[in-house]
């Protein structure tokens, strides 16, 4: 089994995600992999309407750490909570490059997050410069130590890692299979000597960066990669089951 989870970023309408919904459950009803998709906040309920007794899981996109108070714009636990949300995407690149998300405050939401219950979904990756200057191992150990500290051993199986180069990210350029491979490989080594563990198997970690239904079958066919988290090719149903419908 795989797991392939839609990032929809700040994409699609109401009436679009119904549409979207709709067909989607029927994709997944078909399928042996794990289907999930991360909407926009206000898209939550949404999601819980449509979702429920469905195979396909859902989730936002970000937290915000505090229980409440005077922090504009943001939103807590118990609000993902009054809709069902199961899933939390934390510390994408795109809240670390435009919204300054460090690793620190991502180590706060993840506690948060695992504290609540939700199934957290932590991205990692290396810019082109990192990557073009050896600096990938540095770069994703650096992210992974401030993101788990004070994380217990027994919290990792109730999570998600995803890989993301930035470089690959709604670039049409993905990982080639054997760099994904390798990269997700020392991620699972790096987090598994962090904690003292000899068995990789209950850490997850997922490929994300330009995944689409032409590269899926070489990419999801490595033995280290557990899935996928998809970004433009997560948008379309017609897309997106070419990937849902990956067999291994
Ligand atoms: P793309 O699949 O559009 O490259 O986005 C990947 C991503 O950022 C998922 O979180």
Known sequence: MKYLIGNHKMNLSGSELTAYFKELKKVAKQSENYVGVCVPYVYLPLANKMCKKSKVHFGSQNMYFQPKGAFTGEISANMLKEFNTE???????????LF????????????????????????????????????????????????????????????????????????????????????????????????????????????????????????LSQPHIDGGLIGGASLKVDEFKKLIDYKG
């Open 87 to 97: 899933l939390v995407i934390l510390g994408h690149s795109e809240r670390r490059a």
């Open 100 to 219: 300054g998300e460090t690793d620190e405050l991502i180590n706060q939401k993840l506690i948060t997050t695992l504290k609540e219950g939700f199934t957290p979904i932590l991205c990692i990756g290396e810019t082109k410069e990192e990557r073009e200057s050896k600096q990938t191992n540095k770069v994703l150990k650096k992210q992974l130590v401030g993101a788990l500290k004070g994380v217990e051993a027994s919290a990792l199986n109730k999570m998600f890692f995803a890989y993301e180069p930035v470089w690959a990210i709604g670039t049409g350029i993905s990982a080639t299979k054997q760099d994904a491979e390798k990269t997700i490989k020392h991620v699972k080594e790096t987090i598994a000597k962090l904690y003292d563990l000899t068995n990789l198997d209950n850490i997850i970690v997922l490929y994300g960066g330009s995944l689409n239904s032409k590269n899926v079958n070489d990419i």
